[in-house]
């Protein structure tokens, strides 16, 4: 039998979010579940779900060495386990997981393999289970800033293209999609540099010109307090069918 989609609230499209996990518990329940991040980063997000419902368990996936070594050595959180994995090889048994998280890190997949990741995601998660698909959108401000030395919009799309298809073949249903801004403060442009500009997952093509290009774009949006942003960002809740 499939599963019947979740009755969600209608949640409007205008919200500032200053904390994404309270969107994400409007849509699924979090207390006492089994769940897998791709693409976890420093898994802030889910440190603060397991502080607010210390009895879940989180699995964090990291292709980036550095940072899987940093989460390694942080202090231990009661539940939270991390994997050096990607989405597309999830070395997990099947159907052991309530809910799947991907938190701007889809369109991180290697396009190629995108396809490969939803269906792995798909065989981790317990029928009737939800992947929570959370994407930047290709717009604004910040964005204009980003792509002058990162243009994501192919991959971007790519990801919204790779969910309309995982659509398709029976296996996923979606059973909810919004859209909402949150914040995203700078303190100064070596901030920016140092955040956007130079992770550790990701290398730019950044010489001087480059360099000088992207800060003379920055400078105005820069005041007394910083430089504050908003970025648009896209969800998409989808459901395992049995």
């Known amino acids: 039998m499939t599963a019947s989609p979740t009755a969600l609230p209608p949640i409007r499209s205008d919200l500032l979010v200053t904390d994404e996990l309270e969107v994400l518990s409007t849509l699924v329940p979090l207390a006492g579940r089994k769940i897998v991040e791709l693409g976890c980063g420093a898994a802030r997000l889910a440190r603060d779900l397991l502080a607010r419902h210390p009895g879940s368990q989180v699995t964090g996936l990291e292709v980036d060495r550095?940072?899987?070594?940093?989460?390694?050595?942080?202090?231990?959180v009661a539940g939270l386990q991390f994997l050096s994995a990607g989405a597309q090889a999830i070395p997990l048994p099947d159907e052991c997981f309530d809910l799947a998280l991907m938190l701007k890190s889809l369109h991180h997949v290697p396009v190629h393999?995108?396809?490969?990741?939803?269906?792995?995601?798909a065989r981790v998660l317990k029928?009737?289970?939800?992947?929570?698909?959370?994407?930047?959108?290709?717009?604004g401000p910040l964005n204009r800033i980003?792509?002058?030395?990162?243009?994501?919009?192919?991959?971007?799309?790519?990801?919204?293209?790779?969910?309309d298809e995982a659509l398709t073949t029976g296996t996923w249903a979606q059973v909810a999609e919004l859209r909402f801004d949150t914040p995203a403060h700078f303190d100064s442009f070596e901030t920016f540099e140092a955040r956007m500009m130079r992770p550790s997952f990701a290398r730019h093509y950044l010489d001087a010109n480059r360099v000088a290009e992207v800060r003379a774009a920055f400078q105005p949006h820069?005041?007394?307090d910083g430089a504050n942003f908003l970025r648009p960002m896209h969800?998409?809740?989808l459901q395992r069918r049995d």
Do not use: I, W
């Open 66 to 76: 550095l940072q899987h070594d940093k989460n390694l050595a942080a202090a231990p």
């Open 113 to 121: 393999d995108m396809g490969t990741a939803l269906a792995e995601v």
């Open 127 to 139: 029928p009737g289970g939800h992947l929570y698909v959370s994407e930047p959108v290709y717009a």
């Open 146 to 163: 980003v792509r002058l030395f990162n243009d994501e919009g192919p991959v971007r799309t790519a990801a919204q293209h790779a969910l």
């Open 222 to 224: 820069l005041g007394p």
């Open 235 to 237: 969800v998409r809740l």
